[in-house]
């Protein structure tokens, strides 16, 4: 789950009221006419604990992962009507399933295979023929790892559990190099001593090997904490890390107020072994995350992520900052925005109000469990980032012997700001949820979509919500209870936000559905996206919204 926000200091805000074109009245919201709703025809549902999916011009892919068993089902993305569905039976079978490369406009399904007699993983492609909604007749070798390989335990069927998330897939901004990356399962345990090898296999538009490397990190898993890695459409390799300054494991010393860690970014050059090794100076910045991105403007990187001053408790933003790296390897546009107290107070409680305002007084206040979720590059270099407070609660209750432990998942408000090309900020709005959920993420969160000179953000919410104002807290939104799907969307240059209403799960053109999860949104083109849902009696449907912008 990714990551965050900000703002300039003297710069000051107004509290712009929430357009809402949607009225709550007699239990009835009119819905947008920003937006067009379509609903295709049901097909039969598909039972399966994983579904993945993408486009092709005008068609929908779907695949879908029971234990050992994939579906794949394609669709016409203008009808909405099924177009062929495939099961392929076993194929899973002793495998674990990796993940869908998508490289322009090809599909590969990967999966691993662990070879516990010769100690070799290997991970197989198979790639979607998208015009026949089938798969090519073999699987073929993508890349093989000499001993075993780290991953996450998890559940892959009913009461069945393997290790997933071995290999994980990083893309180029034009989509056209994609950076398969591991981590070998550690020889000692012991993280003063053991230093991460890592893994990078770099590949091209048609999935052909153009490099591989394994590299030993310099620094010793105790030392170095590695954020997140990228590639750029050259095929170069990065790898973001923080790095200790005395290589202890303390973030920070008793009686400093810097951080005991800088930031660098490990360049791996294209086919070769060659790395170098930028840092970044972060003076008295504690990170609270951090994460990578390439440019769609030349081929830079662009850094972005939340930070807090004075090493606060960590899930505590003070603001958010934003550098550029450019290829000969100098840091540029270094910037640190601190989020006002103005903007913390907007959509909040009384309660939160006046611990803001007394941690306030303390230069202590701060956006709390704050997680970066996408940062959007514009073609003049200005970049969109948004984050969304995420976190979690676990209890346990004691009653007649029994122990019962529940945790519950909290998807809450959105911070989005602009920040232009040369680091100033443009603008900063904070965007008002409250979701709860005990089934990880469901049918919570937030989708972006940049559309036309506007910004989409797209999520489940409350009745109760259709007319908030800044004054008022958002009422709560209970994942599975319906909702009505929502959207908030900001103006480019201005920063100016509008709330509007999509349509309501009970009602969707006449249909009550249900089952949504917001990782199913798929984007069509620009200005149109897709949803499936389920709409009972053994039958899923498609939701298509087209953006009337």
Request: aromatic content about 10%; proline content about 2%; glycine content about 8%.
């Amino acid at each position: 789950m990714k990551r965050q926000l900000v703002h300039g200091a003297t710069v000051l805000f107004l509290l712009v009221a929430l357009v809402s074109p949607a009225s709550a009245q007699d239990d009835i919201v009119h819905t947008s006419k920003d937006f067009t709703v379509e609903l295709g025809p049901p097909y039969p549902v598909v039972d399966a604990p994983t579904k993945l999916y993408f486009t092709k011009g005008n068609t929908l892919i779907s695949v879908k992962i029971e234990g050992k068993d994939i579906t794949l089902m394609t669709h016409d993305a203008g009808t909405l009507k099924l177009r062929t569905t495939r099961l392929q039976e076993g194929e899973l079978k002793d495998r674990v399933f990796e993940g869908v490369i998508e490289l322009g406009d090809r599909f590969f399904l990967t999966y691993s295979e662990w070879d516990k007699a010769k100690g070799i993983m290997t991970l197989y492609e198979r790639e979607i023929d998208v015009e026949a909604g089938n798969f090519t007749e073999k699987a073929s070798e993508l890349l093989r790892v000499s001993g075993k390989v780290s991953g996450t335990l998890s559940m892959t069927g009913f009461y069945r559990f393997g290790v997933t998330d071995q290999f994980n897939y990083h893309y180029s901004h034009d989509g056209n190099k994609v950076m398969v990356q591991y981590r070998k399962k550690p020889e000692v345990k012991d993280d003063s001593k053991s230093h991460d090898l890592i893994g990078l296999v770099c590949f091209g538009p048609g999935l052909e090997k153009l490099w591989e490397q394994e590299f030993r990190m310099p620094y010793t898993e105790e030392e170095m904490d590695i954020e997140d890695y990228s590639v750029d459409r050259d095929g170069n390799s990065y790898i973001l890390a923080k790095v200790r300054k005395d290589g202890s494991d303390r973030d920070k010393k008793r009686g400093e107020d810097e951080a005991n860690y800088r930031i660098e970014l490990l360049r791996v050059k294209s086919n070769t072994s060659e790395v170098s090794t930028t840092p970044v100076a972060i003076g008295d910045k504690f990170i609270s995350s951090i994460s990578l991105y390439e440019a769609g403007d030349g081929g830079d990187m662009l850094c972005a992520g939340s930070y807090n001053t004075g090493g606060k408790k960590w899930y505590i933003a003070d603001g958010i900052f934003y550098f550029r790296l450019g290829k000969d390897g100098g840091v540029s546009n270094l910037v640190f925005h601190e989020i006002p107290v103005d903007i913390l107070n907007q959509y909040a409680s009384k309660g939160e109000k006046k611990k803001n305002d007394k941690a306030e007084e303390e230069d202590e206040a701060g956006f709390r469990s704050l997680e970066m979720r996408k940062l959007y590059v514009a073609q003049d270099g200005s970049a969109v980032i948004s984050g969304e407070q995420y976190y979690e609660v676990t209890t346990t209750t004691y009653s007649n012997g029994r122990t019962t432990t529940t945790t519950r998942y909290f998807y809450r408000d959105i911070l989005v700001t602009k920040v232009n090309a040369d680091g100033s900020l443009a603008w900063m709005r904070k965007l008002p949820k409250y979701q709860i959920g005990t089934n990880g993420r469901g049918g919570m969160g937030m989708e972006h979509i940049a559309s036309g000179k506007s910004h989409y953000f797209f999520f489940l919410d409350n009745l109760k919500n259709m007319a908030l104002t800044p004054d008022k807290a958002p009422a709560r939104h209970m994942d599975g209870a319906g909702g009505f799907f929502t959207a908030y969307k900001i103006d480019d240059a201005t920063g100016e936000v509008t709330r509007h209403s999509v349509f309501d799960m009970r009602d969707v053109k006449g249909t009550e559905v249900f089952q949504f999860m917001t990782s199913r949104i798929q984007v069509v083109d620009e200005n149109e996206f897709v949803v499936e849902v389920y709409k009972k009696q053994k039958e899923d449907v498609l939701i298509k919204v087209k953006i009337n912008d």
